[in-house]
């Protein structure tokens, strides 16, 4: 059984930073896709940025030059660095990780707000 468990969220100012932690149990964290998604009040889940499990990434166009994802197998550990942050960056942050299971936690609340 995977469990995902996010950290790293909270209240940050426009232009301002954080990083996002996804953790994963289990072993099959370095032959997993990974990724996040974000979910915006009244909006639908869009994704952020995926990653291969030999580190290719695909960005949402609107997170290039901003985020950067990356992961750590020894760690079973995945992150998500957030620079430039925006109000509408405002969301819950969702960690997937895709074998033949989509599996994903249970969400990180970040606000971008002055």
């Known amino acids: 059984q995977v469990q995902l468990v996010e950290s790293g969220g909270g209240l940050v100012q426009p232009g301002g930073s954080l990083r996002l932690s996804c953790a994963a149990s289990?072993?099959?964290?370095?032959?997993?896709?990974m990724g996040w998604y974000r979910q915006a009040p009244g909006k639908e889940r869009e994704l952020v940025v995926g990653?291969?499990?030999?580190?290719?990434?695909l960005y949402a166009n609107s997170m290039k030059g901003r985020f950067t994802i990356s992961r750590d197998n020894a760690k079973n550990t995945l992150y998500l660095q957030m620079n430039s942050l925006k109000p509408e960056d405002t969301a819950v942050y969702y960690c997937?990780?895709?074998?033949?299971?989509?599996?994903w936690g249970r969400g990180t609340q970040v606000t971008v707000s002055s």
């Open positions: 990653i291969t499990r030999d580190g290719t990434a």
């Open positions: 289990g072993s099959i964290f370095s032959s997993a896709a």
């Open positions: 997937y990780m895709r074998t033949d299971i989509l599996y």
